[in-house]
């Protein structure tokens, strides 16, 4: 998608980050007022490929509030099948997402379902600028500057809105503290699925170092991620596509599933929980908002990523419009309920490590059973 020649600068909400979460709140916004949506990087290509993602059944009243749930079904992606894991005993235990009130919801092409998010947002109204490069933030009286350096350009609005991701790219220019639970890693590979898989399950495993996630994406290729700890001496070897997919196939749960042939490349990407600090960004001048990852990030076992990017941006825009039409008091009852968020996330996520006991005293699990 080629950038915009923008010559306004004047807007009432500046979003940076054009993925999910950013996508979704200009959607929202756009039908009230002028919204540029900014991304530093291309949009379109990523420096590794997207690992490949699920909703669940329950986002489909979200997408439809965006319009975008019809695109949403013609571009193919995957109904979810049920998931199988092997957690705090080898024998696998199933779970059937059919029986979900909402429908098994589905697994996502990645580049797909964020290239029509973006195009919904463009479709609405909203100005997308790709590959802006350093942005730098400043507050003038009462409203929010963006200086994009590389086009030397400015662009100011009330509302401020920081959708970029685990980066926090805005959040950090503020100063603001983002509280990073845990140092884990997830290393995933893509790998050609043999022709006879037929296998749409989600399968997850705890293995004594971590934690293993393999499924058939949309694209056809099989995924295949090991979540460990950033200090893990054996991060470095496994890094090698070889000695990645040998210790998977060590797993029962796995071996059947995945292909005879090797991973190409095995990626790195952080994956622990991590969450600004509220109180702080309660303290921010009025109209800066953070959601999705920027806000919050979820560990992939929540599999609660992309909804959060969704719901969030779905809030912040109630809390927007709210504050437009003169309640001081919006913007603190987003972040009240992004703190409820957090807190039940948490709660959840302890409970899911705690199940495993086989591997309690292993350091991995040891971090994080009781905490």
């Known amino acids: 998608m080629a950038d915009r020649c923008v010559a306004l600068t004047e807007w009432d909400a500046i979003v940076v980050g054009a993925g999910p ?7 929202r916004l756009r039908p009230h007022g002028r919204v540029l949506l900014l991304e530093r990087d291309a949009a379109v ?7 490949g993602e699920s909703l669940p059944g329950a986002a489909r009243v979200l997408l439809q509030r965006l319009g975008a749930f019809e695109r ?13 894991s092997a957690w705090d005993r080898e024998e696998p235990v199933w779970f059937d997402h059919l029986r979900d009130p909402n429908g098994p919801g589905w697994h996502l092409d990645r580049a797909r379902f964020d290239a029509g998010l973006r ?14 490069g350093r942005l730098r933030v400043s507050r003038n009286t ?16 009330p509302i401020l809105v920081d959708a970029s991701g685990r980066g926090a790219t805005v959040a950090r220019q503020l100063g603001l503290a983002r509280r990073t639970d845990d140092a884990l890693i997830c290393l995933y590979a893509h790998l050609r699925a043999d022709a006879d898989d037929e296998d749409h399950c989600t399968r997850i495993c705890a293995d004594r170092d971590g934690w293993w996630y393999s499924v058939r994406i949309p694209s056809g290729q099989r995924v295949l991620a090991f979540h460990l700890d950033a200090d893990d001496p054996a991060l470095k070897t496994l890094r090698d596509p070889e000695r990645f997919l040998a210790k998977a ?18 990626h790195a990407r952080p994956a622990g929980s991590a969450a600004l600090d509220v109180e702080a960004l309660a303290d921010t001048p009025p109209g800066f908002f953070a959601i999705g990852d920027a806000m919050l990030a979820f560990d992939p076992i929540a599999s609660q990523g992309i909804f959060h990017a969704l719901a969030s941006a779905e809030s912040a825009a109630a809390a927007i419009a709210r504050q437009r039409a003169g309640e001081p008091a ?6 009240q309920e992004m703190s ?6 948490h709660e959840h996520l302890r409970m899911t490590y705690d199940g495993v006991v086989r591997h309690r005293h292993e350091p991995f699990w040891a971090r994080r059973i009781g905490n």
Not at 45 to 51: E, K, Y
Not at 119 to 132: D, P, R, S, Y
Not at 330 to 335: E, G, K, T
């Open 21 to 27: 979460a950013g996508s979704a709140l200009a959607s």
């Open 330 to 335: 919006a913007r603190a009852a987003y972040l």
């Open 142 to 157: 009462n409203i929010w500057c963006v200086d994009v350096e590389a086009q030397g350009t400015q662009h100011r609005a």
């Open 249 to 266: 196939k060590r797993q029962p749960l796995l071996a059947d599933a995945l292909p005879s042939t090797g991973a190409v490349e095995v």
């Open 340 to 345: 409820a968020v957090c807190q039940r996330y």
């Open 45 to 51: 290509t990523h420096a590794s490929p997207r690992i």
């Open 72 to 84: 949403f079904l013609a571009d193919g992606h995957g109904e979810r099948g049920a998931t199988v």
């Open 119 to 132: 195009e919904t947002a463009v479709a609405a109204g909203a100005v997308l600028i790709e590959n802006c």
